[in-house]
């Protein structure tokens, strides 16, 4: 450490980002969280210590340069520091606002060793939403290879791998089935936590660097894979499709009226606008209590979600405890400002209904944790004779979700595993089909979106030395 580091008087918390007020916030779905100014945004920069070894960059999957851009931030040269960021990471808005960067970035981060690290995600979002302001620059384009690429699916790895490969000269097309573009990013993540304005500007962007995108186009229903490259004449193809398929607890009484998947209740939500019926066609019916099973990002989502549509009651109900938690620290701590109760250490057997067929209620069972599992998080243990009723009339199931077997089952050649994953080399995302790679959800199941990213970048790397061959 150099004698200016030594002497370097760290401030020892993160700067502040200032919110909505919970009990607000609860009740609509602007963005909660407001933003750093650009004074906040300076300070925080000049928290980092500037370690020429860049420790922070080993926990970023798509190698953002870091102290680059918050040593340009601190200087007050934002162009040059939302430049610098947008030279590895084509969606740092989306990014600044939902990478769990306590678990990235931020945890390699030399001050976060006796103090809080530097706020790397904070001012990642600060520069994106700066540069928004300003105008957003269209990246350099190489000279034309003469290459297509199809991106099947539009999520965070299909626009990474895009923008990558439209960079360096290759003609992209992405198809998404749905009726926009953006995957989970527009389906699946509310509005109060990333702004569906958000990340079209930075489609936008890459719609301005050439890349084409084709909505209501089901790869596997209006062609192939097999089609797309022999008879559209696409080189190369990746799959980014994503996890759509979500997984049920297989319980009595799941069926009933009433009980949502996380992934239709937030679609439906989210991108359906399903919160404005009857302005908009898609209903959303949320009772008075719900209850939402799981204790992830989307759990949070969806409970919070729900008080914005008006129940008076939201539960998450989690078989560990809050220790265990797998949501984001913020996301949970965020979720309890607003109102939502936990229910840890719980876990419903079977779901109750009326003559009707709607949810009535739940009968559950108390649980206490033994020891650790092969996750290596203790193993619940359900406690006999603990059976209740808990009094809901909705339930949202989010507990995970699995691949979307279409193209794998219309793609003839291409290995999956037994949970229906495409099986792909995680060094270069190439599959057993040549000149078809995969990455994101598809490939590893369910994750972050910066994973998804990573894996995105990873494939288009390899895909351009596959077409320059």
């Avoid at 995969?438 to 199941?445: I, Q």
Wanted: proline share 6%; aromatic share 6%; with cysteine.
């Amino acid at each position: 450490m150099t004698e200016e580091k030594k002497s370097k008087k760290v401030v020892p918390t993160k700067y502040p980002m200032p919110h909505q007020d919970a009990a607000v916030r609860a009740r609509n779905f602007e963005e909660v969280a407001l933003g750093l100014d650009e004074e906040t945004a300076v300070l925080e920069a000049q928290r980092c210590l500037q370690c020429k070894k860049e420790p922070c960059r080993k926990g970023c999957p798509v190698e953002v340069l870091i102290p680059d851009f918050i040593k340009l931030v601190a200087e007050r040269d934002f162009a040059g520091a939302i430049k610098k960021l947008k030279e590895k990471n084509a969606l740092p808005a989306v990014c600044g606002r939902v990478c769990p960067q306590e678990n990235q970035c931020e945890s390699y981060c030399t001050v976060g060793k006796k103090n809080e690290p530097v706020a790397i995600g904070r001012l990642e979002r600060f520069c994106a939403d700066w540069e928004r302001t300003q105008g957003i620059e269209v990246p350099e384009i190489a000279p034309s290879t003469g290459k297509k690429v199809a991106i099947i699916g539009s999520g965070p790895g299909g626009l990474t791998c895009a923008a990558d490969l439209a960079k360096l000269g290759h003609k992209v097309t992405i198809f998404e089935a749905l009726h926009v573009a953006g995957g989970v990013l527009m389906y699946g993540i509310p509005q109060f936590r990333l702004p569906k304005e958000i990340v079209q500007a930075e489609i936008e962007t890459l719609r301005k660097m050439g890349v084409e995108i084709e909505v209501n186009a089901v790869v596997g229903k209006f062609a192939t894979i097999d089609e797309l490259m022999k008879e559209e004449g696409f080189d190369a193809v990746y799959i980014g499709t994503g996890a759509g398929l979500p997984y049920f607890m297989e319980i009595p009484g799941e069926n009933a009226c009433g009980v949502y998947s996380a992934n239709e209740f937030l679609t439906r939500t989210n991108l359906m606008k399903g919160y404005k019926f009857p302005e908009y066609d898609t209903p959303i019916k949320v009772g008075s209590k719900v209850a939402v099973l799981g204790g992830g990002n989307v759990a949070m989502d969806a409970a919070r979600t729900a008080l914005r549509l008006g129940a008076s009651e939201s539960w998450i109900v989690y078989r560990r405890s809050k220790e265990e938690l797998p949501a984001r620290h913020e996301e949970a701590e965020h979720a309890e400002e607003e109102g939502v109760k936990f229910a840890f250490l719980t876990s419903p057997v079977r779901v109750i209904s009326n003559d009707e067929g709607w949810v009535t209620g739940m009968e559950c069972v108390k649980y206490e944790l033994g020891e650790p599992d092969a996750s290596g998080r203790r193993r619940p243990i359900a406690i006999k004779g603990s059976e209740f009723i808990m009094d809901v009339d909705t339930v949202v199931v989010a507990i995970g979700q699995g691949p979307n077997p279409l193209v794998p089952k219309t793609t003839e050649g291409l290995e999956t595993n037994k949970r229906g994953n495409i099986v792909a080399d995680p060094a270069t995302g190439a599959t057993s089909k040549p000149g078809v790679y995969a990455g994101g959800d598809v490939v590893t199941g369910a994750a972050t979106v910066i994973l998804a990213m990573g894996a995105g970048r990873v494939a288009a790397k390899s895909m351009h030395e596959y077409l320059s061959k």
